[in-house]
């Protein structure tokens, strides 16, 4: 995050927090014991073409301030700017740029490397869009290396040109290339941090856990780490994105620019607000004629990327690699994002909670009403008119098809605790992220004094504990055992943490799915 | 800022807590019993026309977040991104938004207010551009109320097409109408925020010092504000430029524009405006500001002096020690200033200033005996001759209510750097222990209570003396007083400095190593209109 109140000096100085990478020596800052190095070029590519490491220096470079973001299609305050305050940094198709967070500099010291993939579907985000995503209080509470980084997105990383010409052969993957680069530059510098390239997590958030199941599915990322972990995302069914669909985009971009295939080349110099709005238009089109969702991503070309697990099921070179997958209890049906009733959930009483029972489950209230007291007999009834089913039986699904196919263990989590804003309100999707990054003091709407301090040291330590050992447990992490298919054992996050076995099974199979459009969320085009 | 270790749970209930204004209810927060209400609407406008004060409301609206900031024709990874750590946050043409810290919301409270104008030129920047604008600690430790504010900038907020029309008469000046409109907001409504209408202070950096210059001279703001200040904000040329309008005519011809169909104007996606700028040079998205019509606008205080509004103002004006020309910026040798010996340093200025070296060193010792002779080279004279013009302008109409300043306290950026452009206003809002360029342990703290106390003093009294505060005279004709802002602050004559500064201006020296603006890129993208 950059800004905090600080007890030390901090400044740069000559020859104080420099490295020798590959490429050159950097200079960060040293932060109260932490040194911190800022948008850290990782790799360069030209637009639509893979990216290439980093070119050599003569000297010092400096690396503090954070680089460039990738381009969005659309930048516009998300509904979600107050419970996750997001940081918008300058936007540039030179964006491979990382941030690392470190206690040692001796490469003797090899701590285990925490690779964080921000969230914002395959569209939007950067390694520094949340506030939360800061690793100074992740990497001094754990003594971790902790990693965040940028890469290409939305057109710019997965428009597949591949049907013009050899150059453009993994056009459609290059947002996951960037990403494979980034871990190839962990791979053989990060032990000048301090780090150990053979303790290598990566972890991501909702559009960041799709990534990290897209380097499970991927060949090119095979040896460049050892565990990973998925919250909120990477863990939805659908058809993969298929190269006859990716290339019918981008066949329509070209028509919109008004670009012959003889001279696809001219693509790369497009003024990139024309290429966003001719893909804009190109996927809605797709969409329309297809009758399908069209959308921007990892391409299945059987070759950079196998397609996701639930429809090609989990590759066999990266099945001994420990899981960790878990959601929040309320993701995009906690109650700030879609309200129901009036004032405040917490102060309703309860026939108007009722009211709203038979509203929102018509003749399954009752079945509701009684499994939610069963399965969370100490909250508010209330709360499951605010309580996310769709990606908590998505975990459920993804975790049960790791057991099925692989020996690897696989734990899984389930973060239910609420914020006092608004007079209550359900754990939205990324409520968890400050609590991972030990965070969670500095945000407004996640900070309850005396339950916060004691929860973000159980999270924080169990991932880095993880990334350790490949297992969440030691220190003051309450006992967690592995996940298996009859027991279902979750470790549940909340005032008291403590791990259920399938205690939410019943609930879920009587919880009806309630509808909302995610289009209110996201912000609408003016 | 927004991010801070946090200690107390933040309020933010249904009911609580609620501002009563004139238009209808905003529900802000309480962060560590400060009231805060971010993203306050204050007006709303049609491209290029004038803006119009918000419409009322039924039930409560949310003040929680910050409102969406102007677009900008170039908005590129500054180079000063380490010393001035930046926010950059969505923009959108609708950006008449504010923000507000109190420590109260009971209209019998009458505290001081403090409205800050952004700098960025009158082309860039926003009201939480800088981490350092955040209000909150300047609120708390001052006790006033803090207001800092988005509004029109660059081709939306100065585009002269009064040619082509009533509808656009002011178009060349609308972005400094925003600001009159949010004084007005301020007026009708800062009650309900624990403020006093009858005490407003306007305040600014960089541009921001401009915008305040601009108002001053501004019939429509007379009487909306009671005190001013200008940190930075003072280059003779600008604002009250020539009425130019060559880059109107170039844009309208570059769009493709038939000047019988003026109006496409406003409906061009502002992509365009961006695409068609950053053909014509990186500075290009710069050339936009305020207009004299002698209208809205009368010019400028070095054209047609101080109005007689102006005149019982009072006013703070000055600038920082190295400004643009500090040695983060532009260096020499190897760049450690504070490594060279005595006579390595004789050398390095001797060679730089050639046959008027002697004179350089005398005007140095004689101006600053208590600095390095080497920060000579790194003392800025871009704007510090504004600022002693500014100070004789209003000095020779007669004031005696102008006070003058200097921010000369060193930054620990590789162990001594001159204070940059922008380096005072973490100081002036308390946030200098947050800002890690500007952080010195056990320093800062004094220093920040001290020019932050100056400030809040001004905002209190018209003056900025207070119990514990060295005394600070007014710089009138007949003495020509200064406060220098250093470790160990003192107001003194200034006549040893101006003479310095006005050599510095008349020879320039060139440095081996600069930092270059990288190549502008653009925020956002993406249609927006």
Same mark, same amino acid.
């Given at each position: ?50 990216? %290439?490491?980093?070119?050599?220096? %003569? ?42 967070? /470190?206690?040692?500099?001796?490469? %003797? ?38 990693? /965040? ?138 969409? !329309? ?64 909670? !009722? ?15 009684? /499994? ?45 605790? !609420? ?108 | ?6 200690? @107390? ?49 039924? #039930? ?60 960025? #030129? ?119 430029? @020539? ?21 496409? &104007? ?12 950053? #053909?014509?040079?990186? $500075?290009?998205?710069?050339?936009? #500001? ?22 019982? *103002? ?58 390095? &002779? ?19 302008? $209003? ?55 001290? *020019? ?65 603006? @990288? ?11």
């Amino acid at each position: 995050m950059y800004i905090r109140k600080l007890t030390s000096l901090v400044s740069p100085k000559i020859g104080q927090a420099e490295v020798q990478t590959k490429a050159g020596i950097l200079r960060g800052v040293l932060s109260d014991g932490t040194y911190v190095f800022r948008g850290v070029e990782y790799a360069h590519a030209r637009r639509f073409h893979l990216p %290439e490491p980093p070119k050599p220096w %003569e000297g010092v470079k400096e690396a503090i301030v954070y680089g460039n973001a990738c381009p969005e299609i659309f930048t516009c305050i998300p509904h979600d700017q107050y419970t996750v305050p997001h940081y918008f940094t300058v936007q540039s198709e030179d964006c491979q740029y990382l941030n690392v967070w /470190t206690r040692h500099l001796d490469p %003797e010291a090899k701590k285990p490397v925490m690779v964080w993939f921000h969230g914002g579907g395959m569209m939007t985000g950067s390694g520094v869009e949340h506030y939360a995503y800061d690793g100074e209080e992740l990497s001094k509470y754990a003594d971790v290396v902790v990693v /965040t980084l940028n890469h290409r997105l939305n057109v710019l990383g997965f428009l597949d040109l591949s049907a013009y010409g050899e150059e453009y052969r993994f056009s459609g993957n290059a947002g996951t290339a960037d990403l494979v680069a980034a871990l190839r530059w962990v791979h053989d510098n990060i032990e000048a941090f301090g780090g150990d390239p053979e303790r290598v997590m990566i972890f991501g958030q909702s559009g960041g856990g799709g990534k990290v199941a897209s380097m499970l599915q991927c060949p090119y990322a095979d040896g460049l780490y050892s565990r990973a972990c998925l919250q909120s995302g990477g863990m939805r069914k659908g058809p993969d994105l298929l190269p006859e669909q990716s290339r019918k985009v981008a066949a329509y971009v070209l028509e919109e620019l008004g670009i012959s295939p003889e001279n696809v080349s001219e693509i790369e110099t497009v003024w990139y607000d024309e290429l966003a709005a001719a893909a804009d238009k190109a996927l809605k089109k797709t969409a !329309e004629e297809t009758g399908s969702r069209a959308f921007f991503g990892p391409v299945a070309d059987g070759d950079f990327y196998m397609g996701h697990p639930f429809n090609a099921g989990f590759r066999k070179e990266s099945a001994h690699i420990p899981l960790l997958v878990g959601n929040v209890f309320g993701e995009f049906c906690n109650n700030f994002a879609f309200p129901k009733g009036e004032g405040s959930k917490n102060s309703w009483s309860r026939e108007y909670t !009722e009211a709203q029972y038979r509203e929102y489950f018509g003749g399954k209230a009752d079945a509701v009403r009684e /499994t939610f007291a069963e399965t969370y007999p100490e909250k508010n009834p209330a709360d499951a008119l605010f309580m996310d089913g769709n990606m908590r039986r998505g975990v459920l699904d993804f975790a049960a098809l790791r057991c099925r196919q692989s020996d690897a263990p696989v734990y899984s989590f389930l973060f239910n605790l !609420e914020s006092p804003f608004n007079g209550g309100t359900t754990a939205w999707h990324n409520a968890e992220i400050p609590y991972v990054f030990h965070n969670a003091e500095y945000l407004e709407p996640s900070f309850i004094p005396g339950v916060t301090e004691i929860l973000q040291d159980i999270m924080a330590g169990a991932w880095a504990n993880f990334v350790a050992s490949g297992d969440p447990n030691g220190g003051n992490v309450p006992l967690w055992p592995k996940f298996s298919l009859s027991g279902q054992e979750t470790m549940v996050f909340d005032k008291n943490t403590e791990v259920k076995a399938g205690h939410d099974k019943k609930l879920l199979s009587v919880l009806p799915v309630i509808p909302f459009n995610m289009q209110t969320l996201m912000g609408t085009k003016k | 800022m927004f991010i801070k270790k946090l200690t @107390k749970q933040v309020i933010c209930n249904p009911d609580n807590p609620l501002a009563h204004t004139s238009d209808g209810v905003l529900r802000g927060l309480i962060v560590d019993d400060t009231y805060i209400f971010r993203g306050i609407r204050y007006a709303a406008a049609k491209r290029f026309g004038m803006p119009e004060p918000v419409s009322p409301w039924e #039930g409560v609206k949310d003040a929680i977040i910050y409102g969406p900031v102007c677009p900008e024709l170039q908005t590129v990874q500054p180079d000063d991104n380490y010393t001035v750590p930046h926010v950059f946050y969505p923009q959108d043409e609708d950006c008449q938004y504010l923000n507000v810290w109190t420590q109260s919301l009971d209209p019998a409270k009458k505290r001081p207010v403090m409205v800050w104008l952004h700098g960025g #030129g009158f082309s860039t920047g926003s009201g939480i551009e800088h981490f350092a604008y955040d209000g909150e600690n300047l609120s708390r430790e001052g006790d006033v109320v803090v207001v800092t504010l988005n509004h029109r900038l660059n081709i939306l907020g100065h585009f002269d097409l009064s040619a082509y029309g009533d509808k656009y008469r002011y178009s060349a000046n609308v972005g400094l109408a925003d600001l009159v409109e949010a004084l007005r907001w301020v007026q009708r409504n800062i009650g309900a925020f624990g403020g006093d209408p009858e005490n407003v202070t306007i305040f600014g950096q960089s541009g921001g010092g401009g915008k305040v210059c601009a108002l001053l001279q501004i019939p429509s703001a007379d009487g909306l504000f009671h005190r001013a200040v200008i940190q930075s904000g003072v280059i003779p040329e600008r604002p009250g430029r @020539k009425h130019d309008n060559s880059m109107v005519e170039k844009v309208i011809d570059g769009l493709g524009i038939d000047r019988e169909h003026i109006e496409e &104007l406003e409906s061009v996606p502002y992509w365009k405006f961006q695409k068609l700028i950053a #053909g014509m040079g990186p $500075r290009a998205g710069m050339a936009f #500001g305020p207009c004299r019509d002698d209208d809205f606008y009368m010019g400028s205080i070095f054209d047609v002096g101080p109005t007689e509004h102006a005149k019982t *103002v009072p006013v703070m004006v000055g600038n920082v020690r190295g400004e643009f020309m500090q040695n983060y910026v532009r260096t020499t040798d190897d760049g450690q200033k504070n490594r060279w010996s005595a006579e390595k340093a004789e050398s390095i200025v001797r060679e730089k200033f050639g046959d008027a070296a002697d004179e350089a060193i005398r005007l140095m010792k004689q101006a600053y005996p208590q600095y390095p &002779l080497q920060d000579i080279l790194f003392t800025d004279s871009m704007f510090r001759p504004g600022t002693f013009d500014y100070l004789q302008a $209003r000095a020779k109409a007669g004031c005696e209510n102008t006070w003058g300043f200097m921010f000369g306290m060193e930054m620990p950026v590789y162990s001594g750097t001159l204070p940059w452009h922008n380096a005072e206003i973490p100081y002036v809002f308390r946030n200098a222990d947050y800002i890690e360029p500007s952080y010195i342990p056990g320093v800062t703290e004094p220093m920040q209570d001290l *020019v932050s106390s100056a400030w809040t003093a001004f905002a209190k009294y018209g003056t900025p003396n207070e119990e514990g505060l060295p005394e600070w005279k007014p710089y009138t004709k007949d003495g020509h007083w200064m406060m220098y802002f250093d470790r160990e602050p003192r107001a003194k004559n200034a006549d040893a400095e101006e003479k310095l500064i006005r050599f510095l201006l008349d020879h320039p020296i060139e440095m081996t190593h600069v930092r270059r603006q @990288k190549q502008p890129v653009l925020f956002g993208g993406g249609p927006r209109v």
